[in-house]
């Protein structure tokens, strides 16, 4: 075991894996020689060289259109996209080509890659350094869609990322990086993707959130414990797939559901949480399930701590709830 | 032919007889050009002592590039349009921007235009024809395609001139852009400032083309090198190719030779990935230097004058901070505003629902951390 911030738990799973399978290419701007501009693929370049650790010219649509001819000849590559905000110009190649190959060609081609990209805010990084666009491929069969919240799941769902045959959005919750730590087996394993974890047990509301949301519904947990209410915060990890089963099983020990993440309210991930709550246990429910999510609004830059969901604001909500 | 690179002003900070002879600049402007110069590096050198103060939470800059943007914007009418990249601040007061609004568009408070919606260094100047600076690299270039065509179509004789780096040639804008352009013959005007780097990724993995300038022959239009560190040769080349694109013959690529002094941003180290000995033999060819010798020897400034100037930008850079700093926090109201036009039902419920709560519970609590890229 090894006390690693969630930096080093991206960098540990690309590092292993790249010495276990000699397919495994990591490819971007500024990844190579300079280790990213985050530093997860510090050190690749000197171990692997620069065939495996590949700087690319500047193009998002490159990298990943590259990337998908690279897969479907039986490499495994791992693109990084510098901020996710940046992702818009192979936004054409992921969703029209990356999730469709392997359905198209009645799984003659497959495109197994794992996009690596850091997303949110917290960091005064204003319209282009701060998105959550976890709504847009999550809606796009064909891809998964995962998000760790700490350092042992970035290293085991990477892992399990790189051994997937299918495309994988793996977002890194940037705020995170370097703030937390925690302790990671040295050795590789794996965390199954499409589980979601509980992380903390409780009995009268659930809490449904992923990524850098994840402290911030433990705070609010806490602050509920001091009024005696008992919460229940369950980390998703995977969007695509869904771990429908926890979610479903949570609601129906606590009856009460509140959905936090930091995109723009509207038609973000929380609407699918809500409503399959609504499909599956609505008899369980004793209050509304409510959404705490970023404004309608482009991410800001002054009043970013105001746009992003807090403890304050996540409690507010659980405490409505309950008093429903 | 595209890869011979022009030059007026020599290092030793002579130029050709022949271009004192035929160009159109008087003492007045090469002055006016100079002095943009040394506030567009006061501005830099101070905005870093700013960051660093934590004044301002970030700041992208363009030290060893003033020649570059600024000699190629003098070039223009006020009414011709620029879109540049995020390294262009002199154009910016060459077309009349208050100081005090940049400052506070870098503070983010109630005296930047856009109500601290953007990071620092995004500036948008309608007033002055300038775009709306993005992170989104080489966006812009199609976007001046747009304003020349319509510019066209409405018989306005205006030229639209765009900004962007050497890396951001690799991105598909870049190409839709130029071939855009030369297939409807628009007015444009193409200046990618190669400064040699790309945060850490040199030239050579954006191209193996000889030059950034030659590739314009592939899409049809004229393409050029010039020295970038020279402000004589910029405003020359760009002049001609505005009046090519005034006179109906179409767009022209300009590649702007230079080099990033700085490091990419305040929260980079070029230091980590430069190779030795590089920054320096840049420096000896700093532009503001070289144009010095020449202002110095035509005898248009003495060392008395410069010094003037620059203790005159210093003081500007003072006042002007001074009163930024006197300046609260755009209204809250301002968070929502300006999404749409006429504001949708349910974002005027989100935000009547935020006022409260900041009412009722006091502001949120700011724990941001700084920008790390
Ligand atoms: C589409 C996009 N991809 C990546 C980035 C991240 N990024 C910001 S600046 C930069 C390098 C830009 O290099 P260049 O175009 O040469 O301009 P320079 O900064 O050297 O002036 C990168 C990769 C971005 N802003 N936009």
Redesign the interface.
């Known amino acids: 075991m090894a006390n690693l911030t969630l930096l080093q738990a991206i960098n540990s799973a690309l590092r292993e894996e790249m010495r276990r399978d000699e397919r495994v290419i990591v490819l971007g701007?500024?990844v190579g020689?300079?280790g990213g501009?985050?530093r997860a693929t510090e050190g690749l370049f000197d171990e692997f060289g620069a065939e495996r650790s590949v700087?690319?010219?500047?193009?998002?649509?490159?990298i990943i259109g590259m990337s998908i001819g690279m897969a479907m000849y039986g490499l495994r590559p791992v693109p990084e996209i510098q901020?996710m905000?940046?992702i818009?110009?192979a936004f054409d190649q992921i969703v029209s080509e990356a999730a469709k190959m392997r359905y198209r060609s009645g799984g003659q081609y497959t495109v197994p890659m794992v996009i690596r990209t850091p997303y949110g805010g917290?960091?005064?990084?204003?319209?282009?350094?701060s998105q959550s666009a976890e709504a847009y491929f999550a809606h796009t069969p064909g891809l998964k869609v995962v998000i760790p919240s700490n350092p042992y799941d970035a290293k085991g769902l990477l892992i399990s990322a790189i051994r997937d045959e299918d495309p994988v959005i793996f977002m890194e919750p940037?705020?995170l990086?370097r703030?937390l730590k925690g302790e990671v087996p040295e050795t590789d394993y794996t965390v199954p993707i499409g589980k979601a974890s509980i992380t903390r047990a409780g009995k009268d509301i659930s809490v449904f959130a992923y990524g850098a949301m994840i402290p911030i519904c433990l705070e609010a947990a806490k602050k509920a414990e001091e009024h005696d209410i008992d919460v229940e915060v369950v980390d998703l990890r995977s969007l695509v797939p869904l771990d429908i089963k926890t979610i479903i099983n949570s609601v129906k020990k606590t009856g009460r559901a509140v959905v936090v993440y930091e995109a723009p309210?509207?038609g973000g991930f929380g609407a699918e949480i809500a409503a399959i709550i609504a499909e599956k246990a609505i008899e369980y429910l004793e209050g509304p399930v409510l959404r705490v999510a970023g404004?309608?609004?482009?991410f800001?830059?002054?009043?970013?701590?105001?746009?992003m969901p807090?403890s304050?604001?996540v409690f507010?909500a659980i405490e409505k709830v309950i008093n429903f | 032919m595209s890869s011979e690179i022009i030059q007026v002003l020599k290092e030793d900070g002579t130029v050709s007889p022949l271009f004192k002879k035929e160009t159109d600049l008087t003492e007045q402007d090469l002055k006016k050009i100079y002095e943009t110069m040394i506030l567009t590096r006061v501005y830099e050198e101070r905005s870093l002592k700013l960051q660093r103060s934590g004044r301002i939470?970030?700041y992208i800059g363009c030290k060893g590039q003033e020649a570059s943007h600024i000699g190629s914007a003098y070039a223009l009418k006020m009414d011709d349009w620029v879109f540049p990249a995020y390294r262009e601040p002199g154009v910016l007061f060459l077309r009349g921007i208050a100081l005090k609004t940049m400052i506070c568009q870098m503070m983010?408070?109630a005296g930047d235009p856009t109500?601290?919606?953007?990071?620092p260094c995004?500036y948008s100047y309608k007033e002055g024809n300038n775009g709306s600076v993005?992170?989104?690299?080489a966006t812009q270039i199609p976007h001046a395609v747009g304003i020349a065509y319509a510019a066209k179509y409405m018989k306005h004789k205006i030229v639209s001139l765009t900004y962007f780096g050497e890396?951001?040639t690799?991105?598909?804008?870049f190409h839709t852009g130029l071939n855009f352009a030369a297939v409807f013959k628009s007015p444009v005007v193409f200046i990618c400032q190669n400064n040699q780097w790309?945060?850490?990724?040199p030239v050579a993995?954006?191209?193996v083309s000889e030059s950034i300038a030659i590739k314009a022959k592939a899409y049809g239009m004229p393409g050029i090198k010039v020295d970038g560190n020279d402000v004589l040769a910029m405003y020359q080349v760009t002049k001609d190719a505005v009046e090519r694109a005034r006179n109906g013959d179409g767009p022209t690529l300009i590649e702007s030779f230079t080099y990033r002094l700085g490091s990419h941003s305040s929260s980079?180290d070029a230091a980590?990935?430069r190779p030795e000995g590089e920054l320096e033999s840049w420096e000896q060819k700093d532009p503001i230097i070289r144009f010095e010798k020449y202002l110095l020897s035509e005898n248009i400034l003495t060392p008395e004058s410069i010094k003037k100037i620059k203790d005159d930008a210093e003081e500007e850079f003072t006042q002007a901070v001074k009163e930024a700093e006197k300046v609260g926090?755009?209204p809250?109201e301002t968070?929502?505003t300006g999404?749409y036009k006429d504001m949708p039902e349910?974002?005027r419920e989100?935000m009547e629902d935020?006022i409260n709560?900041?009412k009722r519970?006091g502001?949120?609590?700011?724990?941001?951390?700084?920008?790390?890229?």
Request: charged share 25%; no cysteine.
């Open positions: 701007e500024d020689k300079n501009v985050f700087d690319t010219p500047l193009s998002e649509s490159g901020f905000d940046f818009y110009p917290g960091i005064r990084g204003g319209h282009y350094h940037k705020r990086y703030s309210k509207t404004l309608d609004t482009p800001p830059y002054t009043f970013e701590h105001i746009y807090d304050r604001r507010e | 939470g970030f983010g408070n109500m601290g919606r953007q990071m995004h993005s992170s989104p690299l890396g951001s690799s991105e598909g804008d790309a945060i850490s990724v993995r954006q191209t980079d980590r990935y926090l755009p809250l968070l929502f999404v349910s974002l989100q935020l709560e900041q519970l502001a949120s609590e700011d724990n941001s951390m700084a920008f790390p890229l």
